[in-house]
């Protein structure tokens, strides 16, 4: 069923009412501050139809009603004015161009504690999945006594180092061809296209030391195998005690073990991989433990291959419209660095 624009008006005035101060919003309140030229028992009457039309919800004996997720949803969908950053929060954002560092990890983890702290929301961030990124270089390092480190450098910057063992007659020189063997056979293939069983060139090459080619392999599934996921980056887990939703203090423990379920952030975050910001609210969340929350998502890029998800969680009561501008003007920024760091 259609909502007239009166309906519409008054719904619009419950949510923004209702975002801002948390409390029941009654007939009188509307007809005080927004001005519609209708009578509170008009309005009263409207919030009734709405409420019969599960937009509205009333809670306990309250006089005022609180918005459902139905009434957020259409919020968000129809009613809802984008807003742009303030300057403030744009100079906030931009500081990510500050970083001197080229490691991702720390330009995320500075992506996170940016987010929370604009929004006074928690952060998740996903580290770059390992299956959008290529391999640039791959090279086995000498250090002192008898090790090596095999460094991954990939489009993201170095994923990972791992430690190898080297006999005792291999020298500097054959480090360098098996480095350089490496680099040629998986340059520019996405770790979800290397396949080890496949490198039989390598291994004829290097028959004379089959072991240690061996050994060389390994280390570099392994490689792969532990990032097979990103890293998970939180920002301002506390801040959820600030809204009076999670001043229950069952209901606050419940939200910091959500936050350590790292395997369910992932899936939550982990499968969105659009452009556009996505806002799933309060029951539409597919997890039992996510349907009191609300989950702003975006994603940051190198280029135009989409790196990462990035994620706002908080009470369905969300000021959605500053967390959406908030996460795309992020992602803009933090892809833009990206992409100027790292981008052949």
């Known amino acids: 069923m259609q909502l007239g624009s009166r309906k519409l008006h008054i719904l ?37 139809d709405l409420e019969e039309m599960g937009y509205l919800q009333q809670p306990h004996t309250s006089a005022g009603r609180i918005p459902s997720d139905k009434a957020y949803r259409l919020y968000v969908d129809k009613l809802m004015k984008t807003r742009k950053p303030t300057a403030d929060e744009a100079e906030r954002i ?12 720390k330009i995320i983890e500075q992506v996170a504690s940016i987010l929370s702290d604009i929004t006074s929301y928690t952060s998740v961030v996903l580290g770059p999945r390992l299956s959008k990124v290529l391999i640039r270089h791959i090279e086995l390092i000498p250090i002192e006594g008898q090790y090596a480190l095999l460094l991954v450098v990939t489009s993201a910057g170095i994923i990972k180092d791992t430690l190898i063992r080297i006999p005792d007659n291999i020298d500097i020189g054959y480090l360098e061809r098996i480095s350089n063997m490496l680099t040629k056979y998986y340059r520019n293939k996405t770790f979800a296209e290397v ?18 080619i061996n050994n060389v392999l390994d280390a570099f599934a392994n490689n792969i195998a532990s990032q097979n996921k990103g890293d998970i980056y939180l920002g301002g887990t506390a801040n959820i005690f600030n809204f009076p939703e999670y001043q229950d203090i069952i209901k606050a423990r419940e939200f910091l073990n959500l936050m350590e379920n790292r395997d369910m ?24 433990e996510m349907q009191d929350c609300s989950v702003v998502m975006g994603t940051y890029s190198i280029g135009d291959k989409i790196l990462g998800t990035m994620g706002l969680i908080g009470p ?10 908030i996460m795309r003007y992020v992602g803009q920024i933090v892809s833009r660095h990206l992409t100027l760091l790292f981008k052949e």
């Open 12 to 48: 619009h005035a419950v949510v923004h009412d209702y975002i801002s101060y948390g409390e029941p919003v009654g007939s009188r309140t509307i007809a005080k501050k927004y001005d519609m030229g209708i009578s509170p028992a008009t309005i009263r009457n409207e919030m009734s």
């Open 94 to 105: 931009e500081r990510i161009y500050q970083q001197k560092t080229t490691e991702v990890d």
């Open 195 to 212: 396949n080890i069983n496949h490198a039989v060139d390598i291994q004829k090459e290097m028959m004379n030391q089959k072991e240690f």
């Open 265 to 288: 952030l992932y899936n939550l975050l982990g499968r969105y991989d659009e452009e556009d910001v996505l806002i799933v609210i309060g029951t539409e969340n597919e997890f039992n």
């Open 316 to 325: 369905t009561r969300m000021e959605y419209s500053k967390a959406v501008s």
